[in-house]
T-cell receptor, first 114, second 116 residues
């Protein structure tokens, strides 16, 4: 069964460092998303990506964040200068058609900023 | 704007008992509604979804949910709990149409514990 894969499963980084979280969406999907879940809080939408550009982003997704689909298979989330409050579980998701189709989620990357 | 409220951050039931996880939503446009489940150390897995048509939807593992527009609810039920149902359950809403690209708004999650 096709699945969304995320690497690494856990990343520890020092405050101020750049991190790149990687995701391989399901191959025929067209819509890609990043969500995050701070410990004890809701899963929050960060950004959606379609047709090689950001289609929607939340207020959380400020200039410190960027997304890219560099090679047609990977989908990455970059945080330029990490803060302690960026510590969270980050989920990548993809869907075939966006609106009324299921979003498939990866297992998540736990980011710890120290 | 959309929002989701899940009543009860923790629900505990005995094996074989009815499972009822509550979800209420707020949406200014017709919603699509979802229940996801997260087992320990795993990603979010879709249990079921409501988009259009029949308001009672059946999902995997014997779960079902009923969309009640008048009550703005989408409660998740299972007649008989199994130990393997222990997990965290998330209700989510997305916007049907318009400029939405499938963005999901999640509730805070309900941890289901099943006792022998």
């Amino acid at each position: 069964e096709p699945e969304v894969t995320q690497t690494p499963s856990h990343q520890v980084t020092q405050m101020g460092q750049e991190v790149i979280l990687r995701c391989v969406p399901i191959s025929n999907h067209l819509y890609f998303y990043w969500y995050r879940q701070i410990l004890g809080q809701k899963v929050e939408f960060l950004v959606s990506f379609y047709n090689n550009e950001i289609s929607e982003k939340s207020e959380i997704f400020d200039d410190q964040f960027s997304v890219e689909r560099p090679d047609g298979s990977n989908f990455t989330l970059k945080i330029r200068s990490t803060k302690l409050e960026d510590s969270a579980m980050y989920f990548c998701a993809s869907s075939l058609q966006g609106i009324n189709t299921e979003a498939f989620f990866g297992q998540g990357t736990r980011l710890t900023v120290v | 704007a959309q929002s989701v409220t899940q009543l009860g951050s923790h629900v505990s039931v005995s094996e074989g008992a009815l499972v009822l996880l509550r979800c209420n939503y707020s949406s200014s446009v017709p919603p699509y509604l979802f229940w996801y489940v997260q087992y320990p150390n795993q990603g979010l897995q879709l249990l079921l979804k409501y988009t259009t048509g029949a308001t009672l939807v059946k999902g995997i593992n014997g779960f079902e949910a009923e969309f009640k527009k008048s009550e703005t609810s989408f409660h998740l039920t299972k007649p008989s709990a199994h130990m393997s149902d222990a997990a965290e359950y998330f209700c989510a809403v997305s916007q049907a149409g318009g400029t939405s690209y499938g963005k999901l708004t999640f509730g805070q999650g309900t941890i289901l514990t099943v006792h022998p």
